[in-house]
């Protein structure tokens, strides 16, 4: 069963965020201004100034890319363009959450450590941060801690749970509740996407880095 962060409504500033963090702390691992970033960047908007650190502002800029280079992939965009309409407006959060839960999937094809390992230190690395984070990505930093969000993705009913508290935002009902069966014939081309596009995505991660 999932705990319960994936089944009740999300309050505040945590409500307009789309709640996938895996992917972003996998590649900005292990700087740790680039991970208080990964988070920070969902909810720190407007132009970078000099009111963050600039290891910070770095992680934020980096998860802004990351989100650019996801949004305008070829891969993605088909992936995209395979979802019933109904659900199409919805595909960026349902692809998100789909691609955190097949990084969990096939982790050890992305990293050495294990998933609850990496977990744990990425939750170290936030706490350790968290004077520098704001009053929403602190929120959702115990969230993650509390409930043990990053852990939960391996099952497919978290991108599906997500997904529903997430739509229990919009004001006209929720569209993203009892989609199960309409995301079911999506996840064998979900996953392939995701096998096809992260490692892309992980090269485009080093040529920031490194530049």
């Known amino acids: 069963n999932l705990p319960d962060a994936f089944l009740r409504p999300v309050q505040g500033t945590a409500a307009r965020r789309r709640m996938n963090f895996l992917a972003h702390f996998q590649l900005a691992w292990p700087d740790e201004g680039l991970v208080l970033g990964a988070l920070e960047g969902d909810y720190y908007k407007g132009p970078l100034g000099s009111e963050l ?17 996801t949004d305008t992939h070829a891969a993605v965009a088909q992936l995209r363009r395979g979802f019933p309409s109904g659900l199409r407006r919805y595909a960026g959060i349902l ?14 094809s992305f990293s050495t450590a294990s998933l609850p390992e990496f977990n744990r230190d990425v939750l170290r690395t936030l706490t350790g941060g968290s004077d520098y984070l704001s009053a929403g990505s602190r929120q959702m930093l115990a969230r993650l801690d509390e409930y043990d969000i990053l852990n939960c993705y391996h099952e497919w009913q978290a991108v599906t749970g997500s ?3 997430i739509g229990q935002r919009f004001r006209r009902g929720n569209p993203l509740v009892a989609i199960e069966q309409d995301m ?3 996840r ?9 596009f ?14």
């Not at 064998?188 to 096809?196: A, G, I, Y």
């Open 95 to 108: 692809i998100d959450l789909g691609f955190d839960h097949y990084l969990t999937q096939h982790w050890h």
């Open 184 to 186: 079911e014939p999506l």
């Open 163 to 165: 997904a529903e508290r």
């Open 53 to 69: 650190p600039g290891d910070l502002a770095r992680g934020v800029r980096l998860h802004r890319a990351i989100d650019a280079y």
């Open 188 to 196: 064998e081309s979900m996953e392939d996407t995701f096998l096809e």
């Open 198 to 211: 992260y490692p892309q995505l992980q090269e485009f991660v080093a040529n920031w880095r490194a530049d």
